[in-house]
């Protein structure tokens, strides 16, 4: 124990004799430190514009990829799962030699309102018409203008009133 107590003592001794850094060392540390801080650092071929590049790149891609999706959704059958309504017209991917004047179908449950939306084949929506409660409606001139030869459109029926399908079509026509 003698021994353990006297090597405990010199070490004590030899901690309080050591030299300790001066106020000049702690000051050079301090002033190479900020130093190297205040440096750049050696710049590297900066790829960040290529970063950018490849992710302008990815979102274009997915934004056709999505336009290109959107753009099939609407079916070329009839939605309202009763058949093809022989009331509608045009209908049947009939050719037109001129744009149609009006729209025609078959006739739902008393009290029924209908209200038509025409589309181009990309599905955007051309026209909507008032809600009517007769089974035909007329197109003004200006939506008439809209369509051009060599195209294909669709319209649809909304139907409101006491009727288990609340729409009927798409309706496909082409202009020649």
Do not use: C
């Amino acid at each position: 124990m003698d021994n353990n107590d006297d090597e405990q003592q010199l070490r004590s001794e030899a901690r309080r004799h050591a030299p300790r850094p001066s106020a000049l060392h702690d000051e050079a540390i301090l002033r190479a430190a900020r130093n190297k801080a205040g440096q750049k650092k050696v710049q590297r071929p900066q790829r960040r514009w290529l970063m950018v590049g490849a992710g302008l790149a990815a979102s274009l891609f997915l934004a056709v990829g999505v336009l290109q999706i959107s753009s099939t959704i609407v079916p070329d059958t009839d939605r309202s799962g009763r058949g093809t309504d022989a009331a509608a017209w045009p209908s049947e991917n009939i050719e037109l030699a001129s744009p149609p004047t009006e729209f025609r179908w078959s006739e739902q449950a008393d009290g029924s309102r209908y209200q038509v939306r025409l589309h181009n084949d990309a599905a955007e929506q051309l026209w909507e018409s008032e809600w009517v409660s007769t089974p035909h409606i007329s197109i003004d001139d200006s939506t008439v203008e809209l369509l051009a030869r060599g195209k294909r459109y669709f319209w649809v029926v909304n139907v409101e009133g006491n009727v288990t399908n609340q729409s009927m079509g798409p309706y496909w026509f082409r202009i020649k």
